[in-house]
């Protein structure tokens, strides 16, 4: 690995946990280079902008290219390597069962793979910048919204899917970003006794 790509890399795991941890508006350059042992000119050179940086660093985090805007370019913003929500094939799911399904695999998700922070990114970022809340609604309308119409037919996926995403969204913005104790001290168990109710609620 040259030393321009070890910079790069050492930029880019800055800026991960960065935008993980305070999200878009809060994130500095400065504060990104110093966390990269950097001048923050150096930033600028590989990823051209803070956007840059964030579409770098989102698309690093969601296991896409970690080229960024290149040296000298802005990154343009994203698209091509947003989060895979990894939703399984609900066709085969039991009306019964799809609530406890959906919800169990969402709770994988979140704290099956640590290391995967690009929800977390996203998420975080989403609260503050507008243009990190539409990724978000793009993710969901083009992952949940089709695993849904299997399960449930098109026009009934149409009518619940927003309500669907703004459970599961709220449940992650108040266990893993927010951290309200409530939340975050239930186990998965309880967790899922707790919730799965609503969620069966929207989906019947």
Not at 51 to 77: C, H, K, N
Not at 175 to 191: I, S
Request: glycine share 12%; with cysteine; charged share 20%.
């Amino acid at each position: 690995m040259t030393q321009g790509a070890r910079t790069k890399a050492a930029i880019l795991r800055a800026a991960r946990e960065r935008f993980a941890a305070q999200g878009y508006e809060r994130t500095t350059i400065r504060a990104v280079a110093a966390d990269a042992g950097i001048d923050p000119s150096m930033v600028m050179r590989y990823f051209g902008s803070k956007q840059g940086l964030f579409d770098a660093a989102l698309a690093a985090a969601a296991g896409g290219s970690e080229g960024g805007g290149g040296e000298g370019g802005g990154g343009e913003g994203g698209g091509e390597d947003e989060p895979d929500l990894r939703i399984p094939d609900l066709s085969a799911v039991p009306a019964d069962r799809l609530a406890e399904t959906v919800l169990g695999h969402f709770l994988d998700r979140w704290e099956g793979d640590p290391a995967d922070d690009a929800l977390l990114v996203l998420l975080r970022s989403a609260v503050t910048n507008e243009q990190a809340a539409a990724r978000v609604r793009a993710v969901f309308a083009g992952q949940a919204f089709p695993a849904l119409a299997a399960a449930l037919g098109p026009e009934r996926a149409a009518a619940c899917a927003g309500l669907v995403v703004s459970q599961l969204l709220g449940l992650a913005l108040t266990r893993y970003l927010l951290r309200v104790p409530a939340v975050t001290a239930l186990d998965r168990t309880a967790l899922v006794a707790a919730y799965a109710p609503a969620l069966r609620a929207v989906l019947a």
